[in-house]
Each structure stands twice: as C-alpha cells, then as structure tokens.
C-alpha cells in the first residue's frame, strides 16, 4: 500500500474508526472539545490516544474523557515498563507493564 | 348452608381486624413487571412464564423476556452509562447508601417473598439483613477503591506519569441462580459503585425480589437505566447476553460448562470482560471485596513531559 493521507474524511468510514495497517493518515478538524471528544470516542476501539494543547486544565479535561488505555499529553509514543499499557473495549483486556501489569500473575484474597 | 358461609365471612373480618371491608372486596395481587430505563413496562414479546414454589405451588406471572427486551435494556443501559460514569464517587455512594435505606424499609416484603419461595423465616431475614449490609459497604468503597487501585508510576523519563481506575461500561450480568435477592444484589453493588451501567437477568427459578428491589432501587434516587432488570430464561437469553455488540462486560455465576464455554466464545467477538463467579458463596463474607469493583474497571495511564528548567535541582 501507497503512503496516503484521507483529509475530512468521515468517521462512518472505516478510515478512520477501523484498524488501518499500512502507512495511512487520517485527519479531521473540530472546533469545540466536545466535538473532538465525540470523534475520538467514536470507535469501537480504544488503545491510545494523544493530546495537544498548551493549557493544563484543558489537558486533564480531555484526558479524563477520551475512552483509551494510555493519554500522552503533549508528547506521544512513550513507553516504560513500570507504565501499565493495554486498551479500552476492543483494543484488549488487561496490563502490561507496572502495577496493573502485575495483577494477571496474583491471586489475592 | 347459608350459617356456615356466615360464620366463615366472620371469621376473616375478625383475622382482619376490621369490620368495615366489604366481604366482596379482592385482594389486590402484584403484576410482577420487568425494571427498564427507571420504569416498569411488560416484555414486548407480551410472553410470560409461571413461577413455583419447590412443591409447584404458583407464585406469579413473570415476564419472559425476549432478545428484543434485552437489546432496548442495552440501549437505556448505555443512554445512562456517561452521566453515572461522571457523577461524583461521593455521590455514587451516597446514592447507594439511600438503596440501602429503602431496603431497609421494605424489608418486611421481601422477607415475605423469600419465605414463599422457600426459605424459612430465619434464613429469609438472614438474606435480606445481608442484602442491606452489602449495599452500606459498596457505598463505603465507592470512593475509595481509586485510591487503593490508583499509581504514580516511577518512569526513567522526563514524565510524570500516573495510572488510574475508569468504569469499564455496559455490563450485561445473569444473576445466580439460587437465590432471589443476596445474589443480585451482591453482583449489581459492586457493578454500579464502580460507575457502569448494568442489565441484568433475575434467577429464573426465584425471580420475584429482583423485581420488587427494582423498586426499591426506582425510589433512592438512582438514575433511570443505570440498572436493568430482566425476568426470563437463562438458555434463551444468555447467547444474546454474549455477543452484543454494545456491551463491555459479560458476567455468569454458574458453573455451567457449556454455558461458559458459550460466554467466552461469543464475548471474544468485541472483547468483552468476562467475568465468572462460579465459586462464590453469596451469603459468606468472601462474596464482598474492592476486587469484585475491579472486575469492571479499565485502567488508564496518562502521560505528561516533565520540563527541567536550567538544571535545576530540589533544594533540600
């Protein structure tokens, strides 16, 4: 598959909710956070997500809304392994990785 | 003829106390309905089944509900899942609390609905005593499980980054079977503290306090559609139960090979948290835990970049 980008691409089109395996890059535009907490939630999946902007509060609005496993705030694709990694819905079940990532090998009672 | 008779009417006005009741009068009997989106409709399938005693003595009508039944729940369900999802934890327990003040209230109904299905007076009030204490330590963990489940996490990098409790969602649930109101109650608590939204399926043999503590729960300001409550059979339902689409978690409480099989199967279709409860006494102490409100959260984990200004150190 060619590199492509779909700019104003609908998200009833499998662009931009479905998995694209390949070197694809979907774009949309908003203009209330409301909206692009709409758009970004409405997928059935929900591994991660990644958030820009210069405000504090306006962060953790957002981060406390989009329905993903791991946030990167102003930075993304950082990884560690005392950080729990794995996804929201369809993206997965449980952790890996730090505290979280422990509990699939315990058996507390 | 006629004295018999007579005498017979008399005797029911003295049991009653009350001379005034006219001998005509009927007794006014429940319409054991199903609990929906805060309201109490019949199954749209218009289907009912008959519901026993163990010496097949008839209890009621019940509503036999249909995929049809379970998908409008899934809807309302979900409808209800952000505003729950976003209310205060002090207020989710709060709210908790006040279901358990109104059990409380209603307790001598639904001691008399065990003892017709077959507990005896002791274990009836044993059950619902415990119904009521579980719900009063559901409320307590519901703003403190965060805490405990919560992390700050030691990253190498430049970031402070921190993991934290979210409700996983719409969590359709088939209630034990062998008991009326302990096993519902103790799988609906820990669902609803957590901040989802549940659809759940009564016992299909015991099915007459899962709808009465749909009053209950209709009376103590819980918003509509954040707990459903469906009357039916478990082999009818439970494929539906699986493969919704629209549904986050799937929990069974039986130890029904071919039944979890068929959970697990179908759950894989979304990647639905599955959630069985096989060996789980209800009446014991071992059936309350934060763990049981784990079992429907996600965990998220956010990360944010650590500026260091000139090379500045902490000044101790």
Redo the contacts between chains.
């Keep these: 598959m060619q590199a492509n980008y779909f700019y104003q691409c609908s998200t009833i089109k499998q662009d931009c909710t479905g998995r694209n395996f390949g070197p694809v890059l979907t774009i949309q535009t908003f203009r209330t956070e409301d909206e692009v907490i709409e758009k970004a939630n409405n997928t ?1 999946f929900g591994l991660s997500a990644g958030v820009w902007t210069d405000k504090g509060s306006k ?1 953790f609005n957002m ?1 406390t809304k989009l ?9 993304y694709n ?1 990884f ?1 392994p ?5 996804g ?6 449980g ?1 890996e990785g ?3 990532g422990l509990t699939a090998y315990v058996n ?1 009672v | 003829m006629e004295k018999v008779i007579a005498k017979k009417i008399a005797a029911k006005f003295s049991e009653n106390g009350s001379h005034n009741v006219s001998e005509k009068r009927l007794e006014v009997l429940k319409t054991y309905k199903i609990y929906v989106g805060g309201q109490f409709p019949r199954t749209e399938s218009g289907r009912y089944y008959i519901a026993t005693n163990g010496k097949g003595d008839k209890l009621a009508n019940m509503c036999l509900c249909s995929r049809k039944d379970f998908r409008d729940a899934v809807g309302t369900a979900r409808s209800a899942f952000g505003g729950w999802s976003a209310r205060a934890a002090f207020n989710r327990g709060q709210i908790l609390y006040r279901i358990a003040e109104m059990l409380e209230g209603r307790k001598a109904q639904f001691i008399d609905e065990l003892i017709k299905q077959d507990s005896t007076a002791v274990q009836a009030e044993a059950e619902v005593n415990l119904a009521i204490d579980r719900l009063i330590y559901y409320s307590g963990w519901c703003d403190k499980f965060q805490q405990v489940f919560s992390s700050v996490n030691p990253v190498a990098s430049s970031h402070f980054n921190f993991s934290a409790t979210e409700p996983t969602g719409v969590v359709a649930a088939i209630a034990p079977q062998n008991s009326s109101l302990i096993g519902l109650v103790s799988v609906i608590a820990p669902i609803i503290a957590g901040g989802n939204s549940c659809v759940i399926l009564a016992s299909s043999s015991k099915p007459l306090c899962a709808v009465t503590f749909g009053e209950v729960l209709n009376s103590s300001d819980l918003p509509g559609g954040v707990v459903n409550i469906l009357t039916g059979k478990v082999g009818e339902l439970i494929p539906f139960f699986a493969d919704h689409m629209d549904v986050n978690a799937a929990v069974y409480c039986e130890s029904d090979a071919a039944n979890k099989q068929l959970i697990k199967e179908k759950s894989a279709l979304n990647v639905k948290r599955v959630v069985i409860y096989d060996e789980v006494k209800w009446m014991t102490d071992k059936a309350q835990s934060p763990y049981f409100i784990m079992d429907f959260q996600e965990i998220k984990t956010t990360w944010h970049p650590i500026e260091n200004i000139g090379g500045a150190k902490a000044g101790y």
């Design positions: 059935p962060i981060t329905r993903a496993g791991v946030v990167w705030a102003n930075t950082k560690d005392t950080s729990p990694f794995g929201y819905k369809e993206s997965g079940y952790r730090g505290l979280h507390i």
